[in-house]
């Protein structure tokens, strides 16, 4: 039997005996993709609910509610008349952030002594208070700074002068590669992968246990062609499901991706490579399929979090270092991310070349467990 | 007394025959709870790798560089002395932000003229460039203002009325809940729940369907009686799972715990329940054991991330609201993390009642389900 023979045996076993097998190497990548797009859709946090409590009711104090009603990150959906109905409101989650402004305020503002405005937002999911803080320093300082200007120009000075004398210095910042802090493109391909990592070890493991469980049937052919063949067949198959979960992200949910196909080939490829081999191994280990397809799914969970994606490995212990760097995703989704959103993937050769030594190392060891597991079984029949 | 005897039945199975399936149930949400908590233990990124391009080289622009040093946000990993310099280190990743500040900067402020710093993020990771962004802003226009108090000083004014004059309006925050923005805090308890239901939902529904082979064992049993009593024993080896990883979150990972365990109790019961149930349905209808385990692939990594418990749910469309409407998980997630946290969880009752009447509602399903296939089997059989 050659490797193109036991190629076309294992591509009937997917479609036609146990379809499940083609439908996760195939599609549930994809899939992923879908869901994830959905979910991001909105791309950032907009309309934080937000309560008021104006203790000052001036036109000062009025225009700085303005100012947080008109930015389309906050939506005011009440003005409270104390500050235990604010605390209500927050303590029940009708709002995440309030705003209490406090008697005096213009007054104090006017006579120059200045006034300080209470911000309280529930940091409990820091998504909403990433949002919270830096929008509302930017409006609070906006505010701060015309306010400041008018002061300012009461001593006598001309406004323009008076706004570089109140703001000397300025920020300005340029965010590169997602400017707009894009939520779906921060995340979507790296969730790709991962569910894309979860099928491979699952539709290639599973294939590789049929083998384990009918040992005899291709004992003429060499242990090496085997499990070569079974690796080619699901790297084939992973690769186009690969192909069409970015070509989903890409077209459908407009992922940026300025990086080369050429890269994006082979950073791909070698991942697929590296978790095919990885799940050939494991099968040998594995005491049926369903313990195998507990693992693939538990793993991928763990895997994402670890692989540097979302928490920067830079701020990881030395043991989160440790089980990150022994990933494959470590290598591979931080990568396709700034291949997708900057182009070009500073670590792209180092993490190829170890994604190729690993994908190698564990093909061998799988291809010399094959081997002995086949002999001990021939031998213990004859 | 057949319930009983199927309880006991369903014990001695799992913790004497299948050890592994209640190793599993058990250690899956341990397991997560333990990494996650060892991942996120720095719980916010500081030092984030900074590179500094300092044009003017004056004493104004080193204060503003000395601010970014002593801020422990910013590490500063280089100086350099060209565009094309800082543009590499961004490129190269090997400097996540940089600073330029642009000549004559220090002559400009001091003639009045006001100047600008310009930061750079590389916002591939939103997790670096929302904390770079907060903090930078921060910093510099607490430099500006220190600045512009001199510059109106210089103006004959004393420096206690000239900040006010150009800093009118200070913000005070309040955050409350996770005043520090702990990373741990804010996803342990949901990354636990989430390997509560991976564990049970990945071990359940394999068992259940793998009484389908052995139904002449219990022929005397009714469909509900059987799967009940099964139901219960999973029911309370969960309850114990999230007895045992809440704790371990508590005491090693100090995560606070604010609310009551009678509240926690309830709706952890709620969840473990629904959960249960879900995981019955699942092993009711699979066709074998190995997709009863690999059919909830598509559930299990998309539920927390559509449970609003990072993602919020009014940032979602409405697909995304009709699968968090369906996920147990988006019913507990939130709630237990405001328990944890805040020791009042405002949907708790609500949120239980749901989890509880959606789990007896499928339980109803699974057991017409089950004596269906029972009784076609057992024809088949005569």
Same mark, same amino acid.
């Given at each position: 039997?050659? $490797?193109? +023979?036991? $190629?076309?045996r294992?591509?009937? %076993?997917?479609f036609?005996?146990?379809?499940?097998l083609?439908i996760i190497?195939?599609?549930?990548?994809?899939?992923?993709?879908m869901?994830?797009?959905?979910l991001y859709?909105?791309n950032?946090? #907009?309309? %934080?609910p937000?309560?008021?409590y104006d203790?000052?009711q001036?036109e000062?104090?009025?225009?700085?509610?303005?100012?947080?009603?008109?930015?389309e990150?906050?939506q !005011?959906?009440?003005?409270?008349l104390?500050?235990?109905?604010m605390?209500?409101l927050?303590?029940e989650?009708k709002?995440?952030a309030?705003l209490?402004?406090?008697?005096d305020f213009?007054?104090?503002?006017?006579?120059?002594?200045?006034?300080e405005?209470l911000?309280?937002?529930?940091?409990a999911?820091?998504?909403?208070a990433?949002?919270?803080?830096?929008?509302?320093?930017?409006?609070?300082?906006a505010?701060?700074?015309k306010?400041?200007?008018?002061?300012?120009e009461? *001593?006598?000075?001309?406004?323009s002068?008076?706004?570089?004398?109140?703001?000397?210095?300025q920020? =300005?910042?340029?965010?590169v590669?997602?400017?707009?802090?894009?939520?779906?493109?921060?995340?979507?391909?790296?969730?790709?992968?991962?569910?894309? &990592?979860?099928?491979?070890?699952?539709?290639?493991?599973?294939?590789?246990?049929?083998e384990?469980?009918?040992?005899?049937?291709l004992?003429?052919?060499?242990?090496v062609? %085997?499990?070569?063949?079974?690796v080619?067949?699901?790297?084939?198959c992973?690769?186009?499901?690969?192909?069409?979960?970015?070509?989903?992200?890409?077209?459908?949910?407009?992922?940026?991706?300025?990086?080369?196909?050429?890269?994006?080939f082979?950073?791909?490829?070698?991942?697929?490579?590296?978790?095919?081999?990885?799940?050939?191994?494991?099968?040998?280990f594995c005491r049926?399929?369903?313990?195998?397809v507990?693992?693939?799914?538990?793993y991928?969970?763990p895997? *994402?979090? *670890?692989?540097?994606?979302?928490?920067?490995?830079?701020a990881?212990?030395?043991?989160?270092?440790?089980i /990150?760097?022994?990933?494959?995703?470590?290598?591979?989704?931080?990568?396709l991310r700034?291949?997708?959103?900057?182009?070009?993937?500073?670590?792209?050769?180092?993490?190829?070349?170890?994604?190729?030594?690993?994908?190698?190392?564990?093909?061998?060891?799988?291809v010399? $467990?094959?081997?002995?597991?086949r002999?001990?079984?021939? &031998?213990g029949?004859? | 007394?057949?319930?009983g005897?199927?309880?006991k039945?369903?014990?001695?199975?799992?913790f004497?025959?299948?050890?592994?399936?209640?190793?599993?149930?058990?250690?899956?949400?341990?397991l997560?709870v333990? @990494? *996650?908590?060892?991942?996120y233990?720095?719980?916010?990124?500081?030092?984030i790798?900074?590179?500094?391009y300092?044009?003017?080289?004056?004493?104004?622009s080193?204060?503003?560089?000395?601010?970014f040093?002593?801020?422990?946000k910013f590490?500063?990993?280089?100086?350099?002395?060209? &565009?094309e310099?800082?543009?590499?280190?961004i490129?190269?990743?090997?400097?996540?932000?940089?600073i330029?500040?642009?000549?004559?900067?220090?002559? +400009?402020?001091?003639?009045?003229?006001?100047?600008? $710093?310009?930061i750079?993020? +590389?916002g591939?990771?939103?997790l670096?460039?929302?904390?770079?962004?907060g903090?930078?802003?921060?910093?510099?226009?607490?430099?500006?203002?220190?600045?512009?108090?001199?510059?109106?000083?210089?103006?004959?004014?004393?420096?206690d009325?000239s900040?006010k004059?150009?800093?009118?309006?200070?913000?005070?925050?309040? !955050?409350? #809940? +996770?005043p520090?923005?702990?990373?741990?805090?804010?996803?342990l308890a949901?990354m636990?729940?989430?390997?509560? &239901?991976?564990?049970?939902?990945?071990?359940?529904?394999?068992?259940?369907?793998k009484?389908?082979?052995?139904?002449d064992?219990?022929?005397?049993?009714a469909? /509900?009686?059987?799967?009940?009593?099964?139901? @219960?024993?999973?029911?309370?080896?969960?309850?114990?799972?999230?007895? !045992?990883y809440?704790l371990l979150?508590?005491?090693?990972?100090?995560?606070?715990?604010?609310?009551g365990?009678?509240?926690?109790?309830?709706i952890?019961?709620?969840?473990v329940?629904?959960?249960?149930?879900?995981? !019955?349905?699942?092993?009711t209808?699979?066709?074998?054991?190995?997709?009863?385990?690999?059919?909830?692939?598509l559930y299990?990594?998309?539920?927390l991330?559509?449970?609003?418990?990072?993602?919020p749910?009014? /940032?979602? #469309?409405?697909?995304?609201?009709?699968f968090s409407?369906?996920?147990?998980?988006?019913?507990?997630?939130?709630?237990? =993390?405001? @328990?944890?946290? #805040?020791g009042?969880?405002?949907?708790?009752?609500?949120?239980?009642?749901?989890?509880?009447?959606?789990?007896?509602v499928?339980?109803?399903?699974s057991? %017409?389900?089950?004596?269906? =296939?029972?009784?076609?089997?057992?024809l088949?059989? =005569?």
């Amino acid at each position: 039997m050659t $490797v193109k +023979n036991i $190629v076309a045996r294992e591509l009937r %076993v997917m479609f036609r005996k146990e379809p499940l097998l083609a439908i996760i190497i195939l599609a549930i990548a994809s899939i992923y993709t879908m869901f994830m797009g959905e979910l991001y859709k909105e791309n950032i946090v #907009n309309y %934080v609910p937000l309560v008021i409590y104006d203790q000052d009711q001036t036109e000062v104090s009025r225009a700085l509610i303005q100012a947080f009603a008109d930015s389309e990150k906050y939506q !005011v959906v009440a003005q409270v008349l104390s500050q235990e109905a604010m605390e209500s409101l927050m303590r029940e989650k009708k709002a995440y952030a309030a705003l209490s402004i406090p008697p005096d305020f213009s007054k104090n503002i006017k006579k120059g002594i200045g006034s300080e405005i209470l911000l309280e937002l529930n940091a409990a999911n820091i998504v909403f208070a990433n949002t919270i803080i830096s929008s509302a320093q930017e409006i609070g300082g906006a505010f701060s700074g015309k306010i400041g200007m008018d002061l300012v120009e009461s *001593f006598g000075q001309m406004p323009s002068q008076a706004i570089r004398n109140a703001i000397p210095i300025q920020s =300005r910042i340029r965010v590169v590669n997602n400017p707009t802090l894009n939520y779906s493109s921060f995340f979507i391909l790296g969730v790709l992968f991962t569910a894309f &990592q979860s099928c491979v070890l699952m539709a290639a493991g599973m294939a590789m246990m049929n083998e384990y469980e009918n040992l005899a049937e291709l004992k003429e052919v060499a242990p090496v062609k %085997v499990v070569f063949s079974k690796v080619l067949t699901y790297w084939i198959c992973g690769l186009i499901s690969f192909f069409s979960g970015v070509i989903v992200a890409v077209e459908i949910y407009q992922v940026p991706f300025r990086g080369s196909m050429g890269s994006l080939f082979l950073l791909g490829g070698l991942f697929i490579f590296a978790i095919a081999s990885m799940a050939s191994l494991f099968a040998a280990f594995c005491r049926d399929k369903v313990t195998l397809v507990q693992i693939a799914v538990a793993y991928a969970v763990p895997a *994402f979090m *670890f692989s540097g994606y979302t928490w920067p490995q830079h701020a990881m212990n030395l043991f989160g270092k440790i089980i /990150s760097y022994t990933l494959p995703l470590t290598y591979t989704a931080d990568n396709l991310r700034d291949l997708a959103l900057g182009g070009y993937a500073p670590n792209l050769p180092a993490s190829l070349l170890i994604l190729l030594l690993f994908g190698l190392v564990m093909f061998g060891l799988s291809v010399m $467990v094959y081997a002995r597991r086949r002999k001990q079984s021939v &031998q213990g029949v004859t | 007394m057949k319930l009983g005897m199927i309880i006991k039945r369903e014990f001695r199975k799992l913790f004497i025959d299948d050890r592994i399936s209640v190793i599993l149930i058990l250690g899956i949400p341990i397991l997560y709870v333990i @990494l *996650f908590g060892i991942l996120y233990q720095e719980n916010s990124i500081k030092y984030i790798p900074t590179v500094v391009y300092d044009q003017d080289q004056t004493q104004l622009s080193r204060t503003v560089i000395q601010a970014f040093a002593d801020s422990e946000k910013f590490g500063i990993m280089s100086y350099v002395t060209s &565009q094309e310099e800082m543009e590499e280190c961004i490129r190269k990743k090997t400097a996540q932000v940089s600073i330029c500040i642009p000549p004559d900067f220090g002559k +400009n402020v001091k003639k009045g003229l006001a100047s600008s $710093v310009m930061i750079e993020v +590389n916002g591939s990771n939103i997790l670096f460039a929302n904390s770079a962004i907060g903090s930078a802003q921060e910093i510099i226009s607490a430099v500006s203002a220190g600045v512009g108090q001199k510059l109106i000083e210089a103006g004959g004014k004393m420096p206690d009325e000239s900040l006010k004059k150009v800093a009118p309006l200070r913000m005070g925050l309040r !955050v409350l #809940n +996770n005043p520090t923005y702990a990373y741990t805090n804010f996803i342990l308890a949901g990354m636990g729940a989430n390997g509560l &239901q991976v564990g049970l939902i990945l071990v359940v529904g394999p068992l259940i369907n793998k009484d389908y082979r052995r139904l002449d064992e219990l022929k005397e049993v009714a469909s /509900s009686t059987l799967l009940f009593g099964k139901l @219960l024993v999973y029911w309370l080896c969960g309850s114990m799972a999230f007895a !045992v990883y809440t704790l371990l979150s508590i005491v090693c990972f100090h995560l606070p715990c604010q609310g009551g365990i009678a509240s926690l109790l309830l709706i952890a019961g709620a969840y473990v329940f629904a959960v249960v149930a879900i995981a !019955v349905f699942v092993g009711t209808i699979a066709p074998d054991e190995v997709q009863a385990a690999a059919l909830p692939l598509l559930y299990i990594m998309p539920a927390l991330l559509f449970s609003g418990y990072i993602w919020p749910k009014m /940032s979602m #469309n409405a697909f995304g609201l009709g699968f968090s409407l369906v996920a147990p998980i988006a019913y507990m997630a939130d709630n237990i =993390r405001d @328990l944890m946290l #805040n020791g009042y969880a405002p949907h708790l009752w609500r949120d239980s009642l749901t989890l509880y009447t959606a789990g007896i509602v499928l339980f109803m399903i699974s057991s %017409v389900l089950f004596r269906w =296939r029972r009784s076609r089997s057992s024809l088949e059989q =005569r």
